[in-house]
Each structure stands twice: as structure tokens, then as C-alpha cells.
């Protein structure tokens, strides 16, 4: 079946632009989580949703950056004013359920990069 | 605060020589530990889930291990295309992994 998706694949912005990032989870998958993977860093957790909730919101780095998710399917990752240290692979994952000890399946990235 | 260190952070083998990949880790409650591969400019897929001390699985040359203190994956005979950024995470119960730097693997023919 169909694995995640994410889109765009690559986006050049300039700072100070908004940009919207998103992504698509394995159809029946009802938790979905973002991801930024860092030049030399692993990966760190922003934000996760069960259904259209989301419940820990703790991992956005600041307040220019926030997530929504409509109809328990597609997320969109929304970063305002970007700056450069905001250039980096953005990764969505999904899983059957939040339940901890289910697997979280990768989509391909979205690579930022804020010139 | 959880923590995941793997080491080495780079290893080079040549094909058919064997070696360990570890991850040690620092959690209040082990939820669960996951090893992905991550080849270049993709996402990380996904290989195995541990979840308690003792428990090993395998899938063709790799085998998975977990101790209390850390977990091991072990490289049989490797191949070129076994080459990829190998990482780790645990979670401890609060719905998201904490994920280590990775071992970055390169076979050589």
C-alpha cells in the first residue's frame, strides 16, 4: 500500500516568508508526527496528533512554527517568518495509533532551506 | 532528561566482515526501542522494535539485541548495499522517539 507522503520535496524560501509544509499518512493511521532532522543532529520531535488533537505541542521551536490536521488525515507543517536556522529536513511520520510501542512510518522529507 | 548515544559514529567494513552497531540509552521507562536505516535524501525505514530486556529479532543479515542498558545491531556478513545511516530511538511512554545521531555504515566491495 501506499507509504506517506510529503510535499514539496524541496523548498528554497527567502527569510522572512512564510512557508507550508505537507503531509499525507498511511490511509488508517490515526496518530501523525513531524520531525527536523538538523545537519549532523537526529532527528527531533515537534508536535504529534492522535485524530485532529494535538497533545504535546512541546518540540515547536518557537512560536512561528505550528501544525494543524483536518478530517484525521493530512497535516500541514506552517513556519512563518522563516529565518535560516530553520533549514532542515522536515520528516512526518504516522503509526496505527499513539499507543507507545507501535512502529512510526517515515515519509520521504521536506528539505527547507532559507537562503 | 532520556538520552540515546550510538556509537561509532562512523564504521567502515569491508563485504563479509562482520561487526556490532551499539545504542546505549538513559530513560525513565522504556516504552519501546526502534532501529531505522536512512539512506541519503530519504526517510528512515523502518527494521525492528524491542521491548524488553533479552528480546532479539532478525531480518537477513541483521539481528537486533536489548540489554537494560543498551541494544546492539549486529551486521552478518554485509553487503555494499547494507551501506546507510543506522539510528536508533527509544520511547518512554509519551507518544514520541528520541532518536540518537546514528551510525553512519559504508561496505566496501
Known amino acids: 500500500g501506499a507509504g506517506v507522503s510529503q510535499s514539496p520535496s524541496n523548498k528554497v524560501t527567502e527569510k522572512g516568508k512564510d512557508v507550508e509544509l505537507r503531509c499525507d499518512p498511511i490511509?488508517?493511521?490515526?496518530?501523525l508526527y513531524w520531525y527536523r532532522q538538523s545537519l549532523g543532529q537526529g532527528l527531533e520531535f515537534l508536535i504529534y496528533?492522535?485524530?485532529?488533537?494535538?497533545?504535546?505541542k512541546s518540540g515547536l521551536p518557537s512560536d512561528r512554527f505550528s501544525a494543524e490536521r483536518t478530517g484525521g488525515s493530512v497535516s500541514t507543517l506552517t513556519i512563518q517568518r522563516t529565518q535560516q536556522e530553520d533549514s532542515a529536513v522536515y520528516l512526518c511520520?504516522?503509526?496505527?495509533?499513539?499507543?507507545?510501542?507501535?512502529?512510526?512510518?517515515f515519509g520521504p522529507g521536506t528539505r527547507l532551506t532559507v537562503l | 532528561e532520556d538520552q540515546v548515544t550510538q556509537s561509532p559514529e562512523a564504521l567502515r567494513l569491508q563485504e563479509g566482515e562482520s561487526s556490532s552497531l551499539n545504542c546505549s540509552y538513559t530513560?525513565?521507562?522504556?516504552?519501546?526501542l526502534f532501529w531505522y536505516r536512512q539512506d541519503p535524501g530519504k526517510g528512515p525505514e523502518f527494521l525492528f522494535t524491542?521491548?524488553?530486556a533479552g528480546e532479539e529479532k532478525e531480518k537477513e543479515r541483521l539481528k537486533a539485541t536489548l540489554t537494560k542498558k543498551e541494544s546492539f545491531l549486529h551486521i552478518t556478513a554485509p553487503k555494499p548495499e547494507d551501506s546507510a545511516t543506522y539510528l536508533c530511538?527509544?520511547?518512554?511512554?509519551?507518544?514520541?522517539?528520541?532518536f540518537g545521531t546514528g551510525t553512519r555504515l559504508l561496505v566496501s566491495p
Open positions: 530513560v525513565s521507562g522504556l516504552r519501546g
Open positions: 511520520a504516522s503509526s496505527f495509533d499513539s499507543l507507545s510501542y507501535n512502529e512510526q512510518f
Open positions: 530511538a527509544v520511547n518512554t511512554g509519551f507518544q514520541k522517539l528520541v
Open positions: 524491542l521491548y524488553s
Open positions: 490511509s488508517g493511521h490515526t496518530a
Open positions: 496528533f492522535q485524530g485532529n488533537s494535538a497533545p504535546d
